[in-house]
């Protein structure tokens, strides 16, 4: 058999990403019990999809803070910038999620960080809202209050209307 008869076949190994992609899908729709199952096979939780986005990015731009929380406690990189430049905290600026800002605010996220265009996530959170306020802090140093950012709902669970009054000591 000569050269000229064997056909090239080039076999490229298979590359699916069906648990990235599955993570990301987790982040976005903050499934606590899928991410945490997910990250549990040894998924790479800074792998970028088709889109540039990381699971972390992905669950800062929906608000997503317990998958966040989850993510980052399984080593994902709170700056890690995505083809121009873009932070998940720049995500969560542009989209007004304060408790996702905080959040990555508090684990060294860097509030001045700017993208490709120059702009900060400052300049990405709504003018004169909450979230704005916070980053223009941290850009000088101080770092939101993790009491506030972790703190749980006091409200009750069972209108107060239905709870029977305590009988009184006579």
Known sequence: MTSADEAVKTVFPKSHFYLEEALCEAARTNDLSKTRRILMERVDPNWLNGFGLSPLHIACQNGSFEAAKMLICNNALVDFENAVGV????????????????????????????TWSRCTPREY?????????ILEQAELGTLPDPKQVFETSMDPLVPKFSIPPKPSDK
């Open 87 to 114: 932070t998940p905290l720049h995500l969560a600026a542009k989209n007004n999620h304060i408790k996702c800002a905080q959040l990555l605010l508090l684990c060294g996220a860097v509030a001045s960080k700017p």
């Open 125 to 133: 959170a709504p003018s004169g809202s909450k979230l704005r306020k």
